[in-house]
C-alpha cells in the first residue's frame, strides 16, 4: 500500500506559500501523492489551485483530489480546470470526484443540489470520453460515495473508489461494497481503492477543533470524528496497517494542524 499526504488547503488561513513549501518538502519524502479536498463555502483554498501550485514545485509525486465536488462546477469547467492541473504535473493527476455532503456548496455556487447524482454520472462520461473536453484518456478517476448509487457510478465510469475516512473496518465496509459493484458489471480485475484518515502529531486540542469545524454540518457526529484524529505514532501505525490489510492501495493521511512540522513528523513515523 502507498501512503500520502494531504495539503492543508481546507484549513482556516492556510497560507500560499506554506502550501508550496509543504508540497516541496513531501516531492524529497516518503509520500507517494499530495491530496486535496474540496469546500466552496468554509475558508479554504480552492483545490485544484492548491495542486497547481504543487505540481510548479515537485516532479515525482502524485497529486489527486480527495475529492472534488463535481456538480459544483459545469462540465466543461471540471475538464479544464483537471486537464490544467494534469498537464502542468506531466501526468501526475489523479481525479477524484463525488456529489458532496455539504448543501450550503451548493447554495454559495447557486447551484441546485437536487438532482446532483446524474448530473455527476453526466461529468464522469463526458470525462471518460475524454476528446472533446481536452482530458486524456487515461486519466485516473475515482468515485466516492457511501450509498448504492454511488458504488455503481465508480464501477461504471471510475478506475476506482474514494472512501471518506474512518476506522480500517468501515474501509472494509465501503471496500467490498466497491469490489461488488466492479463485479456487478463485469468489469475485469478490481478497481483501485483509496482511503484517508486525519493526522495532528503533538496537538491533539487544535487538531480536534478543526474537525469539529469542518464537519459542524453532521451535528453530534462531528465529535466522533475529531475522536479519530491520528495523534501518535502507534495509532498512526495501526491506521496504517489496518488499511493495508483491508486492501486499500492508497492511503492519503490528512493534516489537520497547517504545520510543516507535522509533515516532517508524519515522515518520521512512516520512515
Given at each position: ?52 501550485a504543487a505540481a510548479a514545485v515537485t516532479e515525482r ?39 458532496g455532503a455539504r448543501l450550503d456548496d451548493y447554495e ?131 491506521f496504517v496497517r489496518g488499511y493495508e490489510e483491508a ?25
Amino acid at each position: 500500500m502507498d501512503v500520502g499526504i494531504g495539503l492543508p488547503n481546507t484549513i482556516p488561513g492556510t497560507d500560499g506559500r506554506l502550501v508550496v513549501e509543504w508540497a516541496r518538502r513531501a516531492d524529497g519524502g516518503p509520500f507517494s501523492t499530495l491530496g486535496v479536498l474540496d469546500r466552496l463555502a468554509y475558508d479554504s483554498i480552492d483545490p485544484f489551485a492548491a495542486l497547481a501550485a504543487a505540481a510548479a514545485v515537485t516532479e515525482r509525486i502524485g497529486l489527486a483530489t480527495m475529492i472534488a465536488i463535481g456538480p459544483l462546477r459545469n462540465a466543461a469547467l471540471l475538464a479544464k480546470q483537471a486537464a490544467s492541473v494534469d498537464a502542468l504535473s506531466g501526468k501526475r493527476l489523479t481525479l477524484g470526484l463525488a456529489v458532496g455532503a455539504r448543501l450550503d456548496d451548493y447554495e454559495t455556487a447557486q447551484v441546485d443540489h437536487r438532482g446532483r447524482g446524474p448530473r455527476l454520472s453526466e461529468q464522469l462520461a463526458a470525462l471518460r470520453d475524454g476528446d472533446d473536453l481536452g482530458v486524456r484518456e487515461d486519466l485516473p478517476l475515482l468515485v466516492g460515495g457511501m450509498v448504492g448509487p454511488a458504488f455503481a457510478r465508480m464501477a461504471r465510469y471510475a478506475d476506482g473508489y474514494a472512501h471518506n475516512g474512518g476506522p480500517p473496518r468501515a474501509f472494509a465496509r465501503a471496500a467490498a461494497s466497491a469490489r461488488a459493484a466492479w463485479n456487478d458489471l463485469g468489469r475485469p480485475g478490481r478497481p483501485l481503492l483509496w482511503g484517508q484518515g486525519y493526522f495532528a502529531l503533538g496537538d491533539e486540542d487544535r487538531g480536534a477543533a478543526y474537525l469539529r469545524d469542518y464537519y459542524a454540518f453532521t451535528g453530534p457526529f462531528a465529535e466522533q470524528i475529531a475522536a479519530g484524529n491520528l495523534t501518535s505514532a502507534r495509532a498512526i501505525r495501526d491506521f496504517v496497517r489496518g488499511y493495508e490489510e483491508a486492501g486499500c492501495d492508497e492511503l492519503i493521511l490528512f493534516p489537520t494542524v497547517a504545520d510543516l512540522d507535522q509533515l516532517d513528523r508524519l515522515a518520521e513515523v512512516l520512515a
